[in-house]
């Protein structure tokens, strides 16, 4: 009974997609968009399938992966770590506050000249601009998280006599994992967006370098291809963060 509709509200939530592919197939088909500027999907798919097969799709795949998990990992570590701070200590949350603000608003794609000038076309400024993007919300809603936990919890385990580190490490850290992850999610998100316009920039492959490429040699069923990879690739790496959000949040379920 629960495998049926397990199974009926996976095909209820397809239906958008389906009507998009749909749509997507009919436009260059029926005329309606010039088909030397939109490929169909069956096109697409078709030209994905045999860049993996020939074994010229992975090394870009590969290339971004790095990249991402590179940036990803250094904005995690440290946005956890900095969120974690700003969170306990308020009064440091308060002194920071407006900078941080300040810095939110600054995006990625504009430093990327300031990148480049410090770091180079190499991969120091590839990963400096993944880094960026994926930081904040990162370490905004790690520090969120933790002024979130209920401060009834706090005030219980200390009347009881426990001390600040064991009240840090057993309620307030478990009460902002879920903060925490979303924040990693959401940085993975950036973190995808920004490969692609850090690889299109100085660099000889990825998958942001493929649909730049493509499209200058005008092979579009293999630049929307590479981008069909980009949407695959963010929807894998989400999953994995889901995964390991809800290993990390299990307690939450006893």
């Not at 990803?72 to 974690?84: K, N, Q």
Request: with cysteine; proline share 4%; aromatic share 12%.
């Amino acid at each position: 009974m629960r495998t049926g509709k397990h199974i009926k509200n996976i095909l209820f939530r397809s239906i958008g997609l389906f009507v998009f592919l749909i749509l997507w197939e009919l436009a260059p088909r029926l005329g309606w968009v010039r088909e030397i500027f939109l490929s169909p999907p069956s096109v697409v798919i078709t030209a994905l399938i045999e860049m993996l097969l020939d074994g010229s799709l992975m090394p870009h795949i590969v290339a971004s992966l790095l990249r991402i998990f590179r940036g990803l990992l250094l904005a995690a570590s440290v946005g956890v770590i900095m969120g974690l701070l700003f969170g306990y200590f308020r009064r440091v949350n308060q002194t920071l506050d407006l900078l941080f603000q300040f810095f939110r608003q600054i995006s990625a794609f504009a430093l990327f000249p300031v990148f480049i000038l410090f770091f180079g076309l190499g991969e120091v400024s590839k990963t400096a601009i993944i880094f960026w993007a994926s930081l904040w919300p990162i370490l905004l809603n790690t520090s969120a998280g933790v002024r979130d936990v209920e401060p009834v919890l706090i005030r219980s385990v200390k009347s009881m006599g426990a001390s600040k580190m064991y009240t840090f490490l057993n309620v307030i850290l478990p009460g902002a994992t879920p903060q925490i992850f979303t924040g990693i999610r959401l940085g993975g998100s950036y973190c995808v967006m920004a490969v692609v316009a850090a690889e299109m920039i100085g660099a000889t492959s990825g998958l942001g370098y493929l649909v730049l490429y493509s499209q200058q040699i005008f092979k579009v069923p293999q630049m929307y291809a590479a981008i069909v990879a980009l949407a695959l690739l963010g929807i894998a790496l989400n999953g994995m963060l889901g995964l390991l959000e809800r290993f990390f949040s299990s307690w939450r379920k006893l």
